[in-house]
């Protein structure tokens, strides 16, 4: 990176003084952090999610998640401007250019700051017809869901406003900052839920998530205003930087709207066709699968970043050997995290929930979490191409995994239910081994470097998920021991992993050195 001060050649005077940049954490760091957050928000959700559950009821928390999977679902009003800021702030950082990277954050924030107000306004206004007519809600329940759905249009609004904030850690690469800031927030958010369950207050568990989204946007402030002492935090829009940010932007768009309906299009199916009680019984079993691909791509996070300062030094070799590495091991661990639940999750949500729970859920956490595990193999290719600037081809290979979802839930769900929805997410996440294989010509992976590692994970996989269903039926019903069993079928797959033939030297090393591409 380029420090100290530099001349405009259109200006031909002085145009700013850059001081260096705060140190990049390295790749291990950055994973550690990112896999620590997760591993612990998964453990925050096994300990409470029963105490949730059982406090508002099946049909009071599937209310609750209609609402939380429309917002989710309307992420995509991002625009996809969020990804084009990470970048633009990343190079104007690694380039040192403090004007543009002032301008950009201002801009991204301006456009968050109206979005939001928009966005969060049209929800609140569309609540009862959402509520009435959309969803299936029984009358009993009809006032709380209204409550729910307006306030998830505050929400929406207040998570747009917070967007602009989370680019700074991310461009820096410093996901240390935005581990411990979500770790709290979750922490705090999550007791507050259990609180409310046990009043079985829905308007608690609103307003809990609602003031967890402010402090969320206090501490991202507080945390960006340190690193990055010269951007300004207030709205400001630039003709220039708009231009930028909007070229990247327009394809990401595209991709996180397909990205959304192949998330979160199944639960909101089941919602208009099924009642809430099925949604619950779906969405525990879905969200739980849904942590296997969030790991994953919390873990590689830095890639996106990395990608695009490797492309403004010209290294496309650094960027093919990190692409290569990720992808295999992206997939590794999706393996050996899938596996084990498939073989042992009736056990898992016999002990963890009850047995009624896993009778109804069982089938939905196997086909999901099968799901989930091919959905890993879009980690690597997309953060990859979004640090190269090739925006338009993540929106064409998510539309691969978005669209059928939709169509095969929309035939499966009133066909099957809960179990169509299930078939259709793991019919469609299928398709993302085509963007794993296609991007690899893009960045220069050797064929080899991928086609056999991955092959060997077809017995790591069946190995874990043997270790699991005899270790399930061998230990006594109890949730520790059924976590116990999960652990032991990883390890065993792991371990085949490792005695393989046709390891690569450098995936061992990872172990050793800890360092990655």
């Avoid at 402010?214 to 630039?238: C, D, I, N, T």
């Avoid at 979490?369 to 925006?391: E, I, R």
């Avoid at 220069?444 to 699991?468: D, E, F, H, K």
């Avoid at 371990?495 to 030297?505: I, T």
């Amino acid at each position: 990176m380029r420090s100290g001060c530099h001349r405009s050649a259109h200006f031909g005077a002085l145009e700013n003084c850059v001081s260096p940049a705060p140190s990049r954490p390295s790749s291990r760091r950055n994973v550690l952090f990112s896999a620590a957050e997760r591993g612990l928000l998964t453990l925050l959700t096994l300990v409470t999610s029963p105490l949730i559950v059982h406090g508002f009821g099946e049909m009071r928390f599937g209310i609750l998640s209609i609402s939380m999977t429309t917002l989710g679902f309307l992420a995509f009003l991002d625009l996809g401007i969020t990804a084009a800021a990470v970048r633009e702030l990343a190079q104007a950082r690694g380039a040192g250019d403090e004007l543009r990277a002032k301008r950009v954050f201002s801009t991204a924030l301006g456009i968050y700051v109206a979005l939001g107000m928009v966005a969060g306004t049209a929800l609140f206004a569309l609540a009862p017809w959402l509520v009435h007519r959309v969803f299936h809600v029984d009358a009993a329940n009809q006032t709380d869901a209204l409550l729910v759905m307006r306030a998830a249009g505050v929400g929406l609004g207040l998570n747009l406003m917070l967007a602009p904030m989370t680019t700074v850690p991310r461009a820096l690469q410093r996901l240390d900052i935005s581990t411990m800031i979500t770790i709290s927030v979750s922490v705090i958010t999550t007791v507050g839920l259990v609180v409310a369950a046990r009043a079985n207050s829905l308007s608690a568990a609103v307003a809990v998530q609602l003031l967890s989204t402010a402090g969320a946007m206090v501490a991202y402030f507080l945390a960006s205003k340190r690193l990055a002492p010269e951007l300004r935090f207030w709205p400001q829009m630039h003709r220039a930087s708009m231009a930028k940010l909007g070229n990247f932007a327009a394809f990401q768009l595209l991709s996180q709207i397909f990205g959304t309906l192949a998330v979160y299009a199944d639960r909101l199916i089941l919602a208009a066709w099924l009642t809430p009680a099925d949604v619950t019984y779906y969405s525990i079993p879905a969200g739980l699968s849904q942590k296997i691909h969030v790991l994953m791509a919390a873990a590689a996070g830095f890639v996106f970043p990395r990608v695009a300062e490797l492309l403004a030094k010209q290294d496309r070799d650094g960027v093919a050997r990190l692409y290569g590495q990720g992808v295999r091991l992206t997939m590794l661990v999706a393996v050996l995290l899938a596996a084990p639940v498939v073989a042992g999750g009736h056990a898992f949500l016999h002990a963890w929930i009850g047995i009624d729970f896993a009778n109804q859920a069982a089938a939905s956490l196997r086909w999901t979490a099968l799901a989930y595990a091919c959905f890993c193999a879009t980690v690597m290719p997309v953060l990859t191409l979004l640090g190269l600037g090739k925006s338009r081809t993540v929106a064409a290979y998510s539309l691969l995994t978005g669209v059928p979802n939709v169509v095969l839930a929309l035939v499966l769900v009133p066909w099957v239910g809960r179990d169509g929805a299930g078939l259709a997410m793991l019919g469609s996440m299928c398709l993302s081994f085509v963007p794993m294989f296609a991007v690899r010509k893009e960045v220069g992976t050797p064929w080899a470097a991928l086609a056999w590692p991955l092959a060997r994970l077809i017995p790591v996989g069946a190995s874990a998920a043997a270790a699991t269903w005899l270790a399930v039926r061998l230990l006594p019903t109890s949730l520790i021991l059924a976590f116990c069993s999960l652990i032991i079928g990883a390890c065993v797959g792991a371990a085949v992993w490792w005695f393989l033939p046709g390891l690569p030297s450098e995936d061992a090393a990872v172990l050793r050195r800890g360092r990655i591409g």
